[in-house]
């Protein structure tokens, strides 16, 4: 059985001459009203054109930031609206309001083809409450529902989950599409041998990935500063790094539960070491002789060819969290080593992880490119791989509201 199975794309779904309601993920940075980073808005840029071609009346909707207290006109959509206007090279109407007659006035004032943007959805906390009153203000304003924002799909919040229920019609963009195929294929049967990546800041946010993965995989390759609190685990003294000494039990545990089930378990055997975090220099040490008074920011050479071995006849590799601390120059050779080699493996290879993803684009040359996916959400990826149902996915499914 495949993830994508029940759910219509927009390819299947009736939209032409339609009004549609186009949840996307337009959750921004922004810098005193200036878009500082458009990758979402391109991302969604594909699925936008489609609908337009196909002759639909567009109704763009999405949250932007965390408005805590209602309407914040540092929030407004509009700072989105101009620069998707700058690529659609067409006319965007933002009205004040995502609901209402506000909002129906620039909505039934749309011809075939056109397209507007609503009101940042957050300016009504009932959006986050996935309130059915809220959701049925928004289902006034469309024939069919399609959801393209895959960063939220792991929330029941009203415009990706109660109004989804509202539509007969109802869909997944192509973004959408992307992440459901890709990810799915990980839960539902990733081709053997599968070798999963795990490194980052903390093994607490990460445990009940490691535990869904230990079902799965046949390797599990640490690194990162969680690395750290599994060799403390194994006895290893990391000296100053980061170890989260409550979690030396559970990592134990995890690394008993991967014996039982016959996962072979890869940690650092050498590191690149400094005295602090804003160190501008490291040096490479064993993992068993970490000087005094040194932390461990980064995997060693010698650990980078290990995992690399690992990679080589894979045929599925997921990861998740850097290796280091890949911001600054002297700790990403790990991270951006590790990506060159799962991305020239011929693996099926996926990447999940704000971190992470931002990691592999940093890689640089064409490592992005050649990866078979990187997902676009952070959190919706992670619970995804844990075998978690999302509500914006699940309510996609079956034909009929
Ligand atoms: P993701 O967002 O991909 O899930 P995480 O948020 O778990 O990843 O972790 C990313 C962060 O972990 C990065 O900011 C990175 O600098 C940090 N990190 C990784 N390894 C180390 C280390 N050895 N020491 C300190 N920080 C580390
Ligand atoms: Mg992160």
């Known amino acids: 059985m495949g993830y994508l199975d029940g759910i219509r794309t927009i390819k299947d779904l009736p939209i032409e001459n339609k009004r549609l309601f186009l949840r996307v993920d337009f959750n921004v940075p922004l810098d005193q009203g200036k878009v500082t980073d458009d990758t979402r808005v391109r991302e969604a840029l594909p699925t936008i054109k489609h609908a337009m071609s196909r002759g639909a009346k567009v109704i763009l909707a999405s949250h932007l930031g965390r408005p805590k207290k209602g309407p914040d006109p540092a929030l407004s959509m509009e700072h989105v609206g101009a620069v998707l206007a700058e690529h659609l090279k067409a006319e965007v109407h933002v009205p004040d309001d995502c609901i209402g007659d506000a909002a129906k006035k620039v909505v039934f004032?749309?011809?075939d083809g056109q397209v507007c943007l609503l009101e940042n959805l957050r300016f009504h906390l009932e959006e986050e409450k996935d309130d059915e009153a809220f959701a049925a203000a928004l289902s006034q304003l469309a024939d069919v529902y399609v959801d393209d924002a895959f960063g939220a799909v792991h929330r029941a919040h009203a415009s990706v989950h109660g109004l989804a229920k509202l539509f007969r019609d109802r869909g997944c963009g192509f973004l959408l599409e992307k992440e459901i195929a890709a990810l799915g294929k990980l839960v539902t049967g990733a081709d053997k041998p599968y070798v999963a990546v795990l490194g980052g800041a903390k093994v607490s946010d990460k445990i009940a990935v490691v535990e869904a993965l230990l079902a799965q995989v046949d390797a599990l390759v640490i690194g990162g500063a969680m690395a750290n609190t599994f060799l403390a685990a194994m006895g290893k003294d990391c000296k100053a790094s980061k170890v989260e000494g409550d979690k030396l039990a559970l990592a134990r545990t995890l690394l008993e539960k991967a014996?039982?089930?016959?996962?072979?378990?890869?940690v650092p055997i050498d590191g690149v070491v400094?005295?602090?975090?804003?160190?501008?220099e490291g040096a490479v040490v064993d993992v068993s002789s970490v000087p005094d008074g040194k932390m461990i920011l980064d995997i060693g050479p010698k650990t980078i060819e290990l995992f690399a071995k690992r990679f080589a006849n894979a045929k599925t590799i997921f990861w998740n969290g850097p290796m280091g601390l890949f911001e600054k120059?002297?700790?990403s050779k790990g991270t951006f080593g590790v990506a060159d080699a799962m991305a020239n493996s011929g693996a099926f290879t996926v990447v999940g992880g704000g971190d992470s993803a931002a990691a592999v684009n940093a890689a640089g040359?064409?490592?992005a490119k050649k990866m078979s996916h990187?997902?676009?959400g952070g959190?919706?990826?992670l619970e995804l791989i844990e075998g978690k149902k999302l509500p914006g996915i699940e309510v996609l499914r079956g034909t009929t509201a």
Request: no cysteine; charged share 25%.
């Open 109 to 111: 004032d749309l011809r």
């Open 274 to 280: 400094a005295g602090s975090l804003e160190a501008t």
């Open 374 to 376: 990187i997902s676009t």
């Open 365 to 367: 040359g064409d490592i």
């Open 259 to 266: 014996k039982q089930k016959g996962v072979e378990v890869l």
């Open 329 to 331: 120059a002297p700790f």
């Open 379 to 381: 959190g919706a990826s």
